[in-house]
């Protein structure tokens, strides 16, 4: 077993998600590694922790790097909003839901499914490979248009045009299967100003389509209903983000839970009769400090942001 990732916010996270009383269970959503779980899990000797992750090679390395702490800890192989629809009614509800949404370390250095340009790999990118499309399977069969809204809404990326152009033309002579023949399509395709960056040009398009084959953005509304609906009355919900994109996802999905009312603005009078569901505890999200930042540049992008399930909801 080797470890290669280095879980952001940690100390931040156990802060805000300790546990608060004797007994309580949480559900690591996104396990990954276990980094996160394993901290939970050392620091408070009664904890019970579920982790949940849909990428079955490096779940395995979790279960090894956790054994240590036997039947305080239980897995479950699938996507975490699927593991929420689903949540046993006569299970105890969580406490405590953490919601990690990086791509761990392992799937960039170790995977061997093209995470990364770094190092030349098939174009897979699935966190799950039992099924769905993978990354050269959307470059080579997306029309132009839509290949370039993905670019454009899962990464913002300025030369989305330009780059489905070029990958449409690409595919006349043959397919884009490889990571460095995707990376240098990219530097091909696009300006010399934009080659000039402090990251390389690549990044965004690599970003986009991770997304797309993984369904992240469309999948996180659901987790975070799932979430909420299953966590017990009185606990803590954490998410740490890494983009812009889920982070505003998350923002508003927050926002909207601690909200009074939910009539529109211009309503003369409130008729929803609604409560709020969370308190929201950390108004701006927490962000790495510098040392971190040092040791883990990862955590340069993290962001968490926690709430309170409201007891009246329950």
């Not at 240590?68 to 949540?87: E, I, N």
């Not at 340009?117 to 966190?127: C, K, N, Q, T, V």
């Not at 010399?192 to 040009?201: I, K």
Request: hydrophobic content about 40%.
């Amino acid at each position: 077993m080797e470890i290669v990732h280095t879980p952001v916010l940690l100390e931040e996270a156990i802060e805000y998600l300790a546990p608060r009383k004797g007994g309580e269970l949480m559900v690591d959503a996104t396990l990954g590694e276990g980094g996160h779980s394993e901290a939970f899990l050392s620091r408070f000797s009664d904890l019970k922790v579920i982790g949940v992750d849909a990428d079955p090679q490096i779940q395995e390395i979790a279960r090894q790097r956790l054994a240590k702490f036997g039947d305080r800890v239980h897995f479950h192989s699938g996507w975490a909003q699927d593991f929420f629809a689903a949540y046993p009614e006569e299970l105890k509800r969580p406490d405590t839901i953490l919601i990690d949404l990086g791509i761990s370390f392992f799937h960039y250095e170790a995977s061997g499914r093209g995470f990364s340009f770094r190092r030349d790999e098939a174009l897979d990118m699935r966190l799950d490979t039992s099924k769905g499309d993978t990354a050269a399977d959307l470059l080579a069969r997306l029309p132009e248009k839509e290949l370039a809204d993905l670019l454009y809404h899962n990464a913002e990326e300025r030369y989305s045009r330009r780059i489905a152009r070029a990958v449409v033309e690409q595919r006349k002579r043959g397919s884009i299967g490889t990571t460095a023949a995707l990376a240098a399509l990219v530097e091909q395709a696009i300006p010399a100003a934009g080659r000039r960056g402090l990251t390389h040009p690549a990044s965004q398009v690599f970003q986009a389509l991770r997304i797309a084959v993984n369904g992240e953005l469309s999948r996180l509304p659901h987790l975070l209903e799932g979430a909420l609906r299953v966590l017990e009355p009185g606990g803590r919900l954490g998410v740490i983000s890494f983009h812009s994109l889920e982070d505003r996802i998350v923002k508003n999905f927050f926002r909207e839970q601690n909200k009074d009312c939910t009539c529109p603005p211009d309503a003369p009078i409130c008729v929803c009769e609604g409560s709020r569901n969370v308190t929201i505890l950390t108004r701006k999200g927490i962000v790495a400090g510098d040392d971190e930042i040092r040791r883990n540049p990862p955590s340069r992008s993290a962001r968490l942001r926690v709430v309170e399930k409201v007891l009246e909801n329950g």
